[in-house]
């Protein structure tokens, strides 16, 4: 099984960088996803880290070290409309192939004037 | 259809009763995954199916959850004497089932009040 932790509030101000952290702990490790989450919607796909280093997608970036068990999610430009819940999840690996997708709590991030 | 649907959207129910949720995925995804959020919380997982495979139950929080899917498609998730804890979110999931790095697509969602 696996074990995900991030912080669960986070508040940052209108233009500025923000970097939300995830560490986890798998018996396997199959991929790392963030989703973004705003209140009473269902969640959307942001990114996917399977090997070391940073993905880069617009204002959004995603970087990953395994052999540290950590990733983190990085918005830069902050907008008022990326207040939302910021969720990490992972996929484990295991002989008998995909496992399910298994979500950290999330981070509710607030973005203010 | 365009997307993962779910029904219905909302159910209240009283304390005892069973209720049955379904969730129709998207056209030729394998992978479905159910899950439940409750108020400000993340999202847990329920269940997982995958093309023929045995269904990996093991997020099930107790006996009285089931889950079904007919045909490959289709799935249902039955709750049965329904408690007060049961009250949630319920989300549906599915993707492709090839690749470990396919995203999940979401339904809206069942919003479950058990009074």
């Known amino acids: 099984g696996q074990n995900i932790d991030q912080p669960t509030e986070m508040t940052a101000t209108e233009g500025a960088i923000v970097q939300i952290n995830c560490t986890y702990q798998?018996?396997?490790?199959?991929?790392l996803f963030w989703y973004q989450q705003h209140a009473g919607e269902a969640p959307t796909f942001l990114s996917y880290?399977?090997?070391?280093g940073l993905e880069e997608k617009g204002r959004f970036s995603s970087f990953l070290s395994r052999s540290k068990g950590y990733s983190y999610l990085l918005l830069k430009e902050l907008q008022m409309k990326d207040s939302a819940s910021y969720l990490c999840?992972?996929?484990?690996?295991?002989?008998?192939?995909?496992?399910?997708?298994?979500f950290g709590k999330g981070t509710r991030l607030s973005v203010i004037a | 259809g365009a997307g993962v649907s779910q029904s219905p959207s909302n159910k209240v129910t009283e304390k005892g009763k069973d209720v049955e949720l379904r969730c129709d995925p998207i056209?030729?995804?394998?992978?479905l995954y159910w899950y439940r959020q409750s108020l400000g919380q993340g999202l847990e997982f329920l269940i997982y199916?995958?093309?023929?495979?045995?269904?990996?139950k093991s997020g099930l929080p107790s006996d009285r959850f089931s889950a079904e899917r007919t045909g490959g498609s289709v799935s249902t998730l039955t709750i049965q004497r329904t408690q007060q804890e049961d009250s949630a979110v319920y989300l549906c999931?599915?993707?492709?089932?090839?690749?470990?790095?396919?995203?999940?697509?979401f339904g809206s969602g069942t919003q479950l009040s058990v009074l």
């Open positions: 999931a599915s993707s492709l089932g090839r690749t470990r790095g396919e995203k999940l697509f």
């Open positions: 199916f995958q093309g023929n495979s045995a269904p990996d």
């Open positions: 880290n399977v090997l070391d």
């Open positions: 798998t018996s396997g490790f199959n991929g």
């Open positions: 999840a992972v996929r484990d690996y295991t002989t008998s192939g995909n496992t399910p997708l298994v």
């Open positions: 056209s030729g995804h394998t992978a």
